[in-house]
């Protein structure tokens, strides 16, 4: 059996503005660079590290790198964890979305290149086998915890596909999966970061 910990990316400057983001490919705002190194020393022990291919998730797995003396050279980049795809919504923000698109948010309507749930399960649940492939060939693979930086809409994914209700999650907050057989169990949310220096997705994947 597999601990996964999914943990979303420091603060983005699309974050700071706001804006949704989806598969755009904005950094970390200099808070966000910021708060990934604070995480960093909260994080659990682990025998492999990876991220999305998206830059938020690389850049914040490499500051993890950095201060747990982690070789960057080992860490696992997979394209099949980024972000969903926001379609139409990606680059607005809340406010530019209602005007063009009234009544969608908060009715559970989306855009027409809007990535369905089935869609972005199954290229995660591909991603992460993927990546805990590569977990008996870490230079730590006595230890079974896999952290992998990706994004709020994945974990928000999987969380209903195990059955959770949605609660928005902050950056560098994540949740525990138990990954075993091709099944995957949910275990509990963590946090890395202090309730007072958490920053807050304002609705789903911005």
């Known amino acids: 059996m597999t601990r996964l910990f999914l943990v979303r990316h420091g603060q983005s400057e699309w974050n700071a503005l706001g804006k949704w983001q989806g598969q755009a490919d904005p950094p970390l705002s200099e808070l966000g660079t910021e708060q990934a190194f604070r995480a960093a020393s909260r994080l659990p022990p682990f025998g492999l590290l990876a991220a999305s291919s998206l830059r938020r998730a690389v850049q914040t797995a490499n500051i993890f790198a950095d201060a747990m003396s982690w070789n960057p050279n080992e860490i696992v980049i997979e394209d099949r964890i980024k972000e969903r795809d926001a379609g139409a919504f990606s680059g607005l923000t809340r406010t530019e979305i209602d005007e063009r698109f009234p009544g969608y948010l908060g009715n559970d309507i989306w855009p027409d290149d809007w990535e369905s749930d089935s869609d972005l399960v199954d290229r995660l649940l591909t991603g992460l086998e993927r990546v805990i492939s590569f977990l008996d060939e870490s230079s730590n693979a006595e230890c079974k915890n896999v ?39 949910l275990g509990e949310r963590m946090h890395l970061l202090p309730p007072e220096e958490e920053t807050l997705a304002d609705h789903l994947v911005i």
Request: net charge negative.
């Open 147 to 185: 952290v992998a930086v990706s994004h709020g809409g994945c974990i928000y994914a999987l969380e209903n596909l195990c059955g959770e209700k949605y609660e928005r999650i902050p950056n560098l907050a994540g949740r525990w999966f138990e990954i075993s057989g091709g099944q995957i169990t």
